[in-house]
């Protein structure tokens, strides 16, 4: 399996801050990552595909980047609403795999 | 739009098999490309992927759960079936279904969820 591995586990921030989330495989994935957004209760959202492909209704704020084994999930300017916590899966190879999570809070 | 959602029980005793029907709208699953997936994730924990099933019945497995899980599709009833074999306490946790098209490899449309709790 390939394992995701996501920097850091936690992280606090304000409204406004720009937020920078890793992801990295234990093997080469091309470009074949997601990120999803999920919030208490709730199911995930896709909001990155292809590694940095913009999921259709999900704001600009939100990009990602990266090729091979590191990734990265930026968060330009951060909104109440953005508080979550954020997964990357990679679907390169079967089993697909998700990362631990990165949880977003309120400094 | 696309919709999916899962039923099943809410409560189950070790060593019992768990059944869980994802119902789902807004597309086929005899359209090429299309699969559903069943994810799952115990409380304060991360998301774990189970499986998968395509359009034309191509079917994948977590290799540490394979042994076993059972996934079945009727198309005709727009329905997803996931059983797992031998429940444990350690398998508590909400079951989700997902959609993934288009030969996308993520999931783009989620149900809700069902919270399973495995213990006698």
């Known amino acids: 399996d390939i394992q995701m591995t996501q920097s850091p586990s936690s992280v606090s921030a304000s409204v406004g801050d720009r937020v920078t989330i890793t992801c990295r495989a234990s093997r080469g994935i091309s470009s074949w990552l997601a990120w999803y957004q999920q919030k208490p209760g709730k199911a995930p959202k896709v909001l990155i595909y292809?590694?940095?492909n913009l999921q259709s209704g999900v704001p600009s704020r939100f990009s990602g980047s990266g090729s091979g084994t590191d990734f990265t999930l930026t968060i330009s300017s951060l909104q109440p609403e953005d508080f979550a916590t954020y997964y990357c899966q990679q679907a390169n190879s079967f089993p697909w795999t998700f990362g631990q999570g990165t949880n977003v809070d309120v400094k | 739009q696309i919709t999916l959602k899962e039923s099943g029980p809410t409560l189950v005793k070790p060593t019992q098999t768990l059944t869980l029907t994802c119902t789902f709208s807004g597309f086929s699953l005899s359209t090429s490309q299309v699969g559903v997936g069943w994810i799952r994730q115990p409380p304060g924990e991360a998301l774990e992927w189970l499986a998968l099933?395509?359009?034309?019945?191509?079917?994948r497995f977590s290799p540490s759960l394979k042994s076993r899980l059972t996934i079945t599709k009727d198309a005709s009833k727009n329905q997803v079936v996931l059983t797992m074999t031998n429940m444990d306490p350690v398998d508590t946790a909400t079951y989700y279904c997902?959609?993934?098209?288009?030969?996308?490899?993520?999931?783009?449309?989620w149900g809700q969820g069902t919270l399973v709790t495995v213990s006698s």
């Open positions: 997902a959609h993934s098209g288009g030969g996308n490899s993520f999931f783009d449309y």
């Open positions: 099933i395509y359009w034309d019945d191509d079917r």
């Open positions: 292809a590694a940095s």
